[in-house]
């Protein structure tokens, strides 16, 4: 029986996952993204994550049918480029190339967010679904597409709903634009937004409190969730924002794409869970133009691993 590796790459941590034929997981693996470095510091731990997942799986990874890797960015033949929530990943990056040499198997790369949908529609929340939009709300906000059974990629960027614009001339984004949905909802740019208005304006918050208690260096999703959990107003309010720009910037897709489902992801997706996916769809419904037929909206059902589990379709599917 065939092995397959995945690795998810996201801003904040990297998921490795060993899964069988029939995607069942038989080991996995976390590291932090690296905050420094560029591409091959970042490479090294994707390669240390997905050996210590094959470790737990109790195979090797050079014995791999092959690994597939969920990269954010742009991606062509295995090269990935504009990878903004990555540390200085500037310029394009031969990332499968230099993963198959490390691992001693063969390497495919997708966009992060496009495989953790293809994965929702084939094994979780999707499957319900001829056609769905996948939103992974993390670090950064990622969209990814499933159109009339297929996955749609354009010509390598497509699916890039964070930075549908929801404000004209609005905050600045990570991506160096303003007004993105991104600036407003990813948690990299909460971060900073509540940063500046903590340490510039006063505003009191227990947020970076929590991170220090955690031993994390940035606000996590783990961190946000806590926040919210003491009430702490700051972190209440930031929230609401971002629930508003993801409730305008989704339904805005949705009135171009008129896709049936709607599969919110990403670390804070997940861990905020249904009570702000019903949040979200409530958001949606005024900028809905067929408001009468809205799509359902559902918490991707693969967690945490369900990038990793895509990734590896790359290679069980040949996608």
């Given amino acids: 029986m065939s092995t397959y590796g995945g ?3 996201g801003g904040t941590k990297i998921q490795a996952a060993i899964v069988d034929e029939d995607s069942n997981v038989l080991g996995s693996a976390r590291r932090l993204t690296p905050t420094a470095g560029g ?3 970042v490479a090294a731990e994707m390669e240390t994550a997905l050996r210590d997942a094959a470790m737990a799986a109790e195979v090797d990874a050079a014995s791999l049918a092959g690994v597939g890797v969920g990269s954010p960015g742009t991606i062509a033949d295995g090269n990935v480029r504009s990878a903004r929530n990555l540390p200085d990943w500037q310029g394009t990056f031969p990332l499968a190339a230099t993963l198959a040499h490390a691992l001693g198997c063969p390497v495919k790369v997708g966009n992060d967010v496009q495989v953790a949908t293809d994965a929702e529609f084939k094994l979780g929340a999707g499957r319900l679904y001829r056609s769905l939009l996948g939103v992974f709300w993390g670090t950064g906000v990622g969209g990814g597409l499933i159109l009339d059974g297929k996955p749609w990629i354009g010509r390598g960027g497509a699916g890039e709903i964070g930075h549908v614009v929801v404000e004209i001339d609005g905050a600045r984004c990570t991506c160096g634009r303003r007004g993105c949905m991104e600036a407003y909802a990813g948690r990299a740019a909460m971060e900073l937004h509540v940063r500046q208005l903590h340490e510039q304006k006063g ?8 991170m220090r208690e955690q031993g994390r260096e940035r606000l996590t999703s783990g961190v946000w969730a806590r926040a919210l959990e003491r009430g702490d107003k700051l972190a209440v309010q930031t929230l609401d924002r971002a629930v508003g720009a ?8 949705i009135n ?15 861990r905020l869970g249904h009570p702000y996916a019903k949040r979200i769809a409530e958001a949606m419904q005024p900028h809905l133009f067929a408001d009468e037929r809205p799509p359902h909206v559902h918490v991707a059902a693969l967690g945490d691993l369900g990038g990793a589990v895509g990734a590896s379709l790359l290679i069980r599917d040949g996608a």
């Fill in 7 to 9: 690795i998810d790459l």
């Fill in 39 to 41: 591409p091959p510091d």
């Fill in 256 to 270: 171009v794409l008129d896709v049936e489902g709607v599969i919110i992801g990403g670390g804070l997706g997940v």
């Fill in 203 to 210: 505003r009191k918050t227990e947020l970076f409190k929590l």
């Fill in 246 to 253: 993801l409730g305008a910037g989704i339904a805005s897709a």
